[in-house]
Nanobody
Framework: QVQLVESGGVLVQAGGSLRLSCAAS????????MAWFREAPGKEREFVAR????????VHADSVKGRFTISRDNAKSTVYLQMNSLKPEDTAVYYC?????????????????WGQGTQVTVSS
């Protein structure tokens, strides 16, 4: 079965950096577009970034543009989220997701496969 396993979430000070990883198995990774979402306490899960199957096209939410970068390594079946200049409002559980659809990239329902999430906490 499909498994997405996130890692790298920790407690970090504001202004710091983190790199999240998501290792995929049970699917042909290079056939899937990959995305990161996040869910803060009391808020809905929101789109963070998405990368196309070949790594050529990326989209980032306005709230993270210029600070976060999504990337992938198809040989390792892994997608990454480099997070720089972290702010307390970035505190959330971060989830990776996979979809073979190239449409509605911001919509959670586009992604049938999800990881269990990794907690990122940014202290002020």
């Amino acid at each position: 079965q499909v498994q997405l396993v996130e890692s790298g979430g920790v407690l970090v000070q504001a202004g710091g950096s983190l790199r999240l990883s998501c290792a995929a198995s049970g699917l042909t990774f290079s056939n899937y577009h990959m995305a990161w979402f996040r869910e803060a306490p009391g808020k809905e899960r929101e789109f963070v970034a998405r990368i196309s199957w070949n790594g050529i096209n990326t989209v980032h939410a306005d709230s993270v543009k210029g600070r976060f970068t999504i990337s992938r390594d198809n040989a390792k079946s892994t997608v990454y989220l480099q997070m720089n200049s972290l702010k307390p409002e970035d505190t959330a559980v971060y989830y990776c997701a996979a979809s073979s659809s190239g449409y509605s990239v911001y919509d959670r329902s586009t992604y049938p496969y999800w990881g269990q999430g990794t907690q990122v906490t940014v202290s002020s």
